[in-house]
T-cell receptor, first 112, second 115 residues
Framework: GDSVTQMEGPVTLSEEAFLTINCTYT??????LFWYVQYPGEGLQLLLK?????DKGSNKGFEATYRKETTSFHLEKGSVQVSDSAVYFC???????????FGTGTRLTIIP | GAVVSQHPSRVICKSGTSVKIECRSL??????MFWYRQFPKKSLMLMAT?????????EQGVEKDKFLINHASLTLSTLTVTSAHPEDSSFYIC???????????FGPGTRLTVL
């Protein structure tokens, strides 16, 4: 079946540091890939997405590129802020079974 | 974006009692809602797909008689955990589909603790 593996947290960085959260996936067909973010006390929000190979999703300074050859969708940001502290979930949507499959989530804490 | 609410946000109950969790789409109508369960340090696991006006579709391994789902209106789906036991303690999250891209919008979750 489908699966998503993302780096375990927690991750703690200083403000303005470079961020990478790794995500790899296993799926049949050609899934769409997503990063969701969950701020404290709130629901999951879509951060960015990519629907086909080599697509780059970007939002709020975050980027991720759909790499089919390495089945990866790593999340990056060049300079993180305290407000980026949240839990980040990588996910895929399989059009065959129409289901979202999530990774375990990575808790990110940015310290001033 | 579309807003989904859940109520309650936290609930503590005694073993053997039933607990109802509500999921509401606040500014849109949702014919399809989803219920997920999240264990500590685990990913969200889809429990069931809730369709307005029809029976829910449960994922393999999810007991439909234990987790009752009712989607009686286009803005409300409820999940009732019947005869709850400590192993049912978890974080339950709902989502609803909205928009032309069929994007899922998530509620803030409900933490259930069964004593």
């Amino acid at each position: 079946g489908d699966s998503v593996t993302q780096m375990e947290g927690p991750v703690t960085l200083s403000e303005e540091a470079f961020l990478t959260i790794n995500c790899t996936y296993t799926a049949t067909g050609y899934p769409s890939l997503f990063w969701y973010v969950q701020y404290p006390g709130e629901g999951l929000q879509l951060l960015l997405k990519a629907t086909k190979a080599d697509d780059k999703g970007s939002n709020k300074g975050f980027e991720a590129t759909y790499r089919k050859e390495t089945t990866s969708f790593h999340l990056e940001k060049g300079s993180v802020q305290v407000s980026d502290s949240a839990v980040y979930f990588c996910a895929l949507f399989n059009f065959g079974n129409e289901k979202l499959t999530f990774g375990t989530g990575t808790r990110l804490t940015i310290i001033p | 974006g579309a807003v989904v609410s859940q109520h309650p946000s936290r609930v503590i109950c005694k073993s053997g009692t039933s607990v109802k969790i509500e999921c509401r789409s606040l500014d849109f109508q949702a014919t399809t809602m989803f219920w997920y369960r999240q264990f500590p340090k685990k990913s969200l696991m889809l429990m069931a797909t809730s369709n307005e006006g029809s029976k829910a579709t449960y994922e393999q391994g999810v007991e439909k008689d234990k987790f009752l789902i009712n989607h009686a209106s286009l803005t409300l789906s409820t999940l009732t955990v019947t005869s709850a036991h400590p192993e049912d303690s978890s974080f339950y999250i709902c989502s609803a589909i909205a928009g032309a891209n069929n994007e899922q919008f998530f509620g803030p979750g409900t933490r259930l603790t069964v004593l």
